[in-house]
């Protein structure tokens, strides 16, 4: 019977020491990424399993990582644009060479993701935690920089304390689509947005009224909707803005689900997309290039968000700093059309 594989069986195999070997198959971050490929593809190719349970009781990790994710309720049929599974496959991928797994725990209310944090700090079910939906003042995570427990959020926040993040550069999207849909003669431009409370949509509203300033346009606040991003938000939004005295030449939606929506209710509506008005949105999806008519999207892949955010969580457990774990992705700007409308009506009324 063969005998079974060890450490010292790795070394003799890639010429290296047993505690280099040791520390690339424990993710050590003072491994270099080229000696700790190699030296998982000798454990592969010689049949090596890591031993999970004995390096838990040695080290007291759980080598485990948190995704902790407010999700709808199962009940609610709606379409609200990201799905989670990409975003934990992408940190799967960030972290598959290491001993990390990634644990989803699912959650319905802001409260309850709290909750859930502060079990896994507590009883130290897990080495690191990963969050979305960042608020203003997010207490999650003024919670966990007190406990000083590694985490990364999958969007920005206003914390006093510097913490790891990757997000969209959210103001920078909103700044291109306003930009563009100016540049195209639209005065009148609504803004599809998210929940008021959450982080990103607040950069999105400076962004925003930023642009029509330089513009020289006032900020008129009837013109922003905050909600739930699904579709039925999208077209409810619709059916009461273009009923304004001066409806909006241009909505440009926080995803792809609110601008199935309007782009909806413009058929019901009467409306035609590029004759009454135009619709942009901002998604990781780029669903947009199936709708009809195709519209012009700020798209960014989400593996790209995802990857990063996985390896950001094994560099912060490794010891880096969170000021040096940082990143806001710009979108790519897909233009599908002119993006402009007949503004005859719309200049005669101003």
């Known amino acids: 019977m063969a005998q079974r594989p060890t450490i010292k069986t790795i070394a003799k195999e890639t010429g290296l020491s047993t505690a280099t070997v040791s520390k690339a198959l424990n993710a050590s971050p003072q491994v270099r990424p080229r000696t700790r490929d190699k030296v998982l593809q000798a454990a592969k ?12 009781l040695r080290t007291g990790k759980t080598y485990q990582i948190a995704m902790v994710t407010v999700i709808a309720s199962p009940d609610d049929d709606e379409w609200a644009g990201v799905g989670y599974t990409q975003l934990i496959s992408g940190i799967s991928r960030a972290i598959a060479h290491t001993p990390y797994r990634v644990v989803q725990y699912q ?27 960042t608020r203003i003042n997010d207490p999650r995570i003024s919670f966990m920089q007190e406990q000083e427990f590694p985490f990364v959020t999958y969007g920005t926040s206003d914390a006093s304390a510097p913490h790891a993040y990757v997000d969209t550069d959210n103001r920078r999207i ?25 982080n990103y ?20 606040p ?10 039925a938000f ?15 030449t241009a909505y440009i939606c926080a995803n792809e689900a609110t601008a199935m929506g309007v782009l909806s209710g413009f058929q019901v509506r009467g409306m035609e997309h590029g004759r009454d008005a135009v619709v942009i949105a901002t998604d990781d999806l780029n669903v947009s290039q199936y709708f009809s008519p195709p519209i012009t999207t700020c798209y960014l892949p989400i593996s790209k968000p995802s990857e990063t955010l996985g390896q950001f969580m094994l560099d912060l ?22 993006d402009t409308c007949n503004l005859e009506k719309q200049q005669a009324q101003s």
């Not at 190719?45 to 838990?56: A, D, F, P, R, W």
């Not at 959650?107 to 939906?133: H, L, M, P, T, Y």
């Open 174 to 198: 909103v700044t291109i689509c306003v930009d563009r849909l100016l540049s195209k003669g639209h005065r009148r431009i609504a803004m599809i947005n998210a929940r008021e409370e959450l």
């Open 222 to 231: 009837s013109l922003i909707a905050y909600g739930r991003l699904t579709p």
């Open 107 to 133: 959650v319905a209310s802001f409260d309850e993701s709290f909750e859930v944090i502060k079990r896994i700090v507590q009883n130290k079910k897990a080495d690191g935690i990963i969050i979305s939906g």
């Open 317 to 338: 457990i490794g010891g880096e700093d969170p000021i040096n774990l940082q990143k806001l992705f710009v979108p790519d700007l897909i233009e599908r059309g002119a």
């Open 234 to 248: 999208g077209r409810e939004q619709l059916f009461e803005m273009s009923m304004f005295e001066e409806p909006p």
């Open 201 to 220: 949509t607040q950069n999105r509203v400076e962004a925003y009224t930023a642009s029509l300033s330089r513009a020289g346009l006032s900020f008129d």
């Open 45 to 56: 190719e010689l049949g090596y399993e890591l031993n999970i349970s004995g390096v838990q």
